[in-house]
């Protein structure tokens, strides 16, 4: 479009005590040729009356220099074929000087916040929404069990057609199994009968599900809105070819051109596949398997005749074959080992409450003994605990189990128990143990995608199998849009647990098909219409942007050109950041349009006091982290020139490369944590750009310049009061370096 632009400048929330706003005005007015005014409320009901009435005289491009970006959003949205962009003046500049601000290197923070706003504004387009050409609404959930049939009924009642399928001849999964369930009202003390036959029915008699028993998903291409999954006969091989294993090795050899990729276009078989079923979304409710315990050798499982696991005794139980004397085991053991079995949780330790409960209606003069390392009953649970506690015949003792044997026809359980600091022997007639849960996810064969990424979900191991995107921002959602689970392939979960997350699972879904139908990314970016878009005429196949895809986002043909999904992506622009020949970039968001804002900077060449470091911030925790500390009056250097970006993903090292070339003294990268414990809400970007900054340390060495100058550190979103002396600290050491050799030329 034809760009009318108008700047302004609030003066309130002490911005015009900080800054001469005359002479920002004018230095915006006659260097970035912007026109300028000034108002003391651009937030108000006058500011925005003067900001309209320039629009109604045809101002279609408006630079705000107020508050951060990240507040007053509706206050400065002016339409969507408007472009708006923002210059922090507050937060990160006239609150963030302490109590004595230099006024001349305020008034140089001020204007360069200004210059890389215009520049922003003259760079950005109005992006256009993605549409599909055919998008369905309908659903897939996969799993018949308490999550699954909770996922179709609410997708259900939401008005959505559901296909459920179920890889057993009937529905309603391990439930099917239970004598009993936990307490779900109050006084929670009291076990209640099974309600999954009525879960069952429910879902059966519902005209908008569709069920099919003994089917399992045999692939799944595609991408939200329009994911297509064919189905085969449990237990039945696989029509497909499925994804070759790829070493290290082998991708570095594939990387190099060196090595034909074996996967490569293995999404068309789905694409070209007229029999495979279209979805919208799908539901991951495949549940969990009772984890192996036959490592375990002195407690005698799979050689002693009545040891066995929870998930075998409810069986026994349910059959009503509780023996008399029953010890519930729920740690391995050993000496000085204080550690559950693998997988046990809270669920784990609830069973064997409700089972001893069993041995005790089952046997007036029954006794049961629980021991335990950890024993948890989150919520309402804790009565239930605490009624099983009144039971005389209910013994609980925190203990180290030593040793199972027979013993005549029954068993003897040997510990030393921690609470009477001494060694304990006990007569059963059955030992159970914890078994706990294993999410089916551990399979890789479970979800069978037709990814170029292969057919599960990445890093596995790192979650223990569980299928996850960010576990404490974004539940229910996985590496792979549109996809999303529920219940014990999630996390574990009780019954009521579960019910709640098939419906959050389910809610997240149709919010995806729903985004996707009006053309924006899901999450986390909500609303967000950019994607990202390549010039392939300058594409080499190098595979990088397909590889540091964090989402699965991007397929590729036989050469290994890239194949763009767009409702895959979620526009963290980490391929972007991965692409060496910069051909890919969004509307509102490209290599061109930070390049030209750090450009932009006005670096000082004559003044060794006046150094210039750039941060590249992101907007997710370490941008709002800064916020937070101006907020506090915290002081932030103010030789420091910050541009927020998606993610550190999307950092093109051009970038450091423009920074350093201009003269500017130093660039630090402030990122989410990554790691086993990672706070990346793009999963990966932050540890991508960090093995990425090391590469441009070797490169700075070669150009005569100190590697120290360029850092990437780690931010909380917590970290406020002690972001600026991570900032700080960093200008301290530039300043010892002293100015970058290539400043003035």
């Known amino acids: 479009m034809e760009k009318k632009t108008q700047a302004y400048i609030c003066t309130g929330c002490g911005i015009g ?146 296909t459920l399928v179920e890889k057993a001849a009937v529905l309603g999964g391990k439930a099917l199994g239970w004598r009993k369930q936990f307490p779900t009202k109050a006084p929670w003390t009291t076990l209640e009968n099974p309600t999954v036959a009525d879960m069952v029915k429910e879902v059966e008699s519902d005209s908008n599900i569709t069920v099919k028993t003994e089917t399992e998903v045999a692939r799944i291409a595609g991408a939200p809105g329009a994911f297509q999954a064919s189905f085969k006969a449990a237990g039945s091989t696989s029509e497909w070819d499925a994804p070759a294993k790829v070493g290290v090795d082998e991708k570095d050899l594939i990387e190099k051109g060196e090595m034909e990729d074996p996967n490569a276009g293995k999404n068309d078989y789905m694409m070209e596949n007229p029999d495979a079923a279209t979805f919208g979304g799908v539901v991951l409710a495949t549940g969990w398997i009772p984890a192996d315990v036959s490592e375990y050798e ?19 139980a349910k059959e009503g074959k509780v023996p008399a004397k029953v010890a519930f085991i729920q740690s391995p053991g050993g000496k000085e080992n204080d550690e559950d079995f693998p997988y046990c949780n809270s669920v784990t330790s609830m069973v064997a409450l409700k089972q001893a409960a069993y041995v005790r209606e089952d046997n007036p003069d029954g006794q049961a003994y629980i021991l335990y390392q950890h024993m948890r009953t989150p919520g309402q649970m804790e009565m239930f605990y605490k009624g099983i506690q009144q039971d005389d015949g209910i013994f609980l003792t925190k203990a180290s189990v030593t040793q199972v044997a027979e013993s005549g026809s029954g068993l003897t359980v040997s510990m030393q128990d921690t609470l009477l600091n001494e060694d304990v022997t006990v007569d059963v007639d059955m030992v159970v143990l914890a078994a706990g849960m294993v999410p089916t996810t551990r399979d890789e064969s ?55 997350d098939a419906t959050g699972a389910a809610l997240k879904a149709i919010q995806c098909i729903e985004s996707v139908d009006r053309g924006v990314a899901v999450h986390p970016r909500s609303g967000d219409k950019t994607f990202p878009e390549f010039f392939f005429q300058r594409c080499t196949q190098c595979k990088r942007c397909t590889e540091e895809c964090p989402f699965g986002a991007l397929d590729d043909d036989e050469k290994g050109t890239p194949l763009p999904n767009p409702t895959r992506c979620r526009r963290c622009g980490t391929c972007m950041g991965a692409c060496p020949e910069r051909i890919i970039g969004f509307k509102d968001y490209n290599v061109d349009m930070i390049g030209s ?54 950092v093109n090292m051009v970038w450091i490369k423009d920074a350093m070339s201009s003269g500017m003294d130093g660039v630090i990268l402030l990122g989410c944590k990554f790691g086993d414990n990672y706070q990346c809400h793009f999963v990966k970007g932050s540890e991508i750009a960090n093995k990425r900054m090391e590469n441009i340390g070797e490169t700075l060495g070669t150009l005569g310049l100190e590697p120290e100058r360029c850092v990437a ?26 100015p970058n050799p290539f400043k003035g030329f």
């Open 713 to 738: 550190k780690q931010i909380a979103i917590t970290d406020y009061d002690t972001v600026p002396d991570v900032i700080n600290e960093f200008v301290e050491e530039i300043i010892e370096l002293g």
């Open 17 to 162: 005590d900080a800054l001469d706003i005359e002479a920002l005005s004018e230095m915006v007015s006659s260097e970035m040729s912007v026109d300028c005014k000034s108002h003391g409320a651009l937030c108000g009901k006058d500011g925005r009356a003067l900001i309209e009435a320039d629009i109604s005289d045809g101002v279609n491009t408006i630079v705000i220099g107020a508050c951060s970006f990240r507040v007053m959003q509706d206050e400065f949205d002016f339409g969507e074929d408007k472009i708006v962009t923002r210059a922090n003046l507050r937060e990160q500049c006239a609150w963030c000087q302490g109590e004595d601000p230099d006024a001349e290197y305020v008034q140089e923070l001020g204007s360069d916040n200004m210059r890389m706003a215009c520049v922003k504004a003259e760079k950005q387009e109005i992006p256009e929404a993605f549409q599909l050409e055919k998008l369905t609404k309908d659903i897939l959930v996969m799993g018949g069990g308490i999550a699954g049939l909770t996922a179709a009924k609410e997708a259900s009642l939401a008005g959505y057609s559901v």
């Open 298 to 316: 002195h407690l005698g499982y799979g050689k002693l005749k009545n040891v066995v696991t929870n998930a075998e005794f409810e069986k026994l």
């Open 446 to 500: 479970t979800i069978n995608l037709a990814y170029r990424q292969g057919p599960a979900f990445l890093d596995l191991d790192l979650f223990d199998g569980y299928a996850d995107s960010h576990f404490i921002c974004f539940p229910y959602e996985t590496r792979r849009t549109g996809v999303y689970t529920c219940g014990g392939v999630r996390k574990a979960t009780n019954m009521e647990e579960t019910i709640d």
């Open 597 to 650: 804002m750090v450009k932009a900077v006005e670096v000082p060449d004559d003044d060794e006091d006046k150094l210039r470091i750039l941060a590249l911030v992101c907007e997710n925790d370490a941008y709002p982290a800064l916020d937070m500390a101006g907020m506090r009056g915290n002081k932030i250097s103010n030789l420091v020139r910050v541009i927020p970006v998606r993610c550190l993903g999307s």
